[in-house]
């Protein structure tokens, strides 16, 4: 079974930086669009940053682009996410994901077919 494990999360403080890491186990998604989304509590998913496989393009929300940057490492199949700067209104479970096609980039949950089990990302203000 694929799966995408996350790590890194954790609570830090206003001004700090975290980096998440994925991991995709059983198959390698280096052919794929690979993403981050976030969901708040009491809110939806939401689309942090994405990135392509090819020319590794960078796509982000307006709400992080700036502090955040994502990358990736093809070679040990491992997607990041650096944050920096972090506020509170940045606490959220954070989810990796991989898009459903290798055709695929964008910003749309329906794109992305397999999904990590999400970490927890908590800022103290």
């Known amino acids: 079974q694929v799966q995408l494990v996350e790590n890194g999360g954790g609570l830090v403080q206003t001004g700090d930086s975290l980096r998440l890491s994925c991991t995709p186990s059983?198959?390698?998604?280096?052919?794929?669009?690979m993403a981050w989304f976030r969901q708040a509590p009491g809110k939806e998913r939401e689309f942090v940053a994405a990135?392509?496989?090819?020319?590794?393009?960078?796509d982000y929300s307006s709400s992080v682009r700036g502090r955040f940057s994502i990358s990736r490492d093809n070679a040990l199949n491992t997607l990041y996410l650096e944050m920096n700067s972090l506020k509170p209104e940045d606490t959220a479970v954070y989810y990796c994901?991989?898009?459903?096609?290798?055709?695929?980039?964008?910003?749309?949950?329906?794109?992305?077919?397999?999904w990590g089990q999400g970490t927890q990302v908590t800022v103290s203000s």
């Open positions: 994901a991989a898009a459903a096609v290798s055709g695929f980039y964008g910003r749309h949950m329906d794109g992305y077919g397999v």
């Open positions: 059983g198959r390698s998604f280096s052919n794929y669009t």
């Open positions: 990135i392509k496989w090819k020319n590794l393009a960078t």
